[in-house]
């Protein structure tokens, strides 16, 4: 028969891998959990002994999400509150964060390499694929546009 205590330990175990990688929500560790086949009260236990010691914070999390979409792939205000709430992030954390989003200087860093490798196109072919890049980061017609045109200016268009 295994213990109660050893139970808990494993699911400690596999809460403290599973943040090794990378910092995680709440609701991903929880999920993650139950996925490995924890039962629940050993699961609010562990999240509650992670939340104490600092480990698990949705806010903290939701902050090192933006800003490591804004290093690495920058995202729209838009597309950054739906990858919070996938994550099960609180409307109230996510709106916090999103709010620190400059739209313009996100689809500019996002295009300004996606244009380089464009620069051998002509006016239409670059102006199309950038939109659709941008687009599918989740900028709004008015940013992107004058993402594109700014680009376009700037490759000496």
Same mark, same amino acid.
């Given at each position: 028969?295994?213990?109660?205590?050893?139970?808990?330990?494993?699911? !400690?175990?596999?809460?403290?891998?599973?943040?090794?990688?990378?910092?995680?929500?709440?609701? $991903? !560790?929880?999920?993650?959990?139950?996925?490995?086949?924890?039962?629940?009260?050993?699961?609010?236990?562990?999240?509650?002994?992670?939340?104490?010691?600092?480990?698990?914070?949705?806010?903290?999390?939701?902050?090192?999400?933006? $800003?490591?979409?804004?290093?690495?792939?920058?995202?729209?205000?838009?597309? !950054? *509150?739906?990858?919070?709430?996938?994550?099960?992030?609180?409307?109230?954390i996510i709106a916090e964060?999103? +709010?620190?989003?400059?739209?313009?200087?996100?689809?500019?860093?996002?295009?300004? +390499?996606?244009?380089?490798?464009?620069?051998?196109?002509?006016?239409?072919?670059?102006?199309? +694929?950038?939109?659709?890049?941008?687009?599918?980061?989740?900028?709004?017609?008015?940013?992107?546009? *004058?993402?594109?045109?700014?680009?376009?200016?700037?490759?000496?268009?």
């Amino acid at each position: 028969m295994v213990s109660c205590e050893s139970i808990s330990q494993s699911c !400690l175990d596999a809460a403290f891998r599973y943040l090794s990688y990378r910092p995680r929500s709440e609701l $991903e !560790l929880k999920l993650r959990l139950r996925k490995r086949g924890f039962d629940d009260s050993s699961i609010e236990g562990v999240l509650l002994r992670l939340k104490e010691q600092g480990l698990v914070d949705d806010s903290a999390f939701a902050q090192f999400w933006k $800003e490591n979409r804004e290093s690495f792939s920058p995202r729209s205000r838009a597309m !950054l *509150h739906r990858e919070l709430r996938q994550k099960g992030v609180a409307p109230y954390i996510i709106a916090e964060v999103a +709010k620190e989003i400059d739209e313009e200087a996100s689809a500019y860093m996002a295009a300004e +390499k996606r244009a380089r490798k464009l620069a051998s196109l002509d006016y239409e072919s670059f102006c199309r +694929k950038l939109d659709a890049f941008l687009k599918r980061r989740g900028f709004n017609y008015e940013v992107t546009q *004058h993402t594109v045109n700014q680009l376009w200016q700037e490759r000496g268009g």
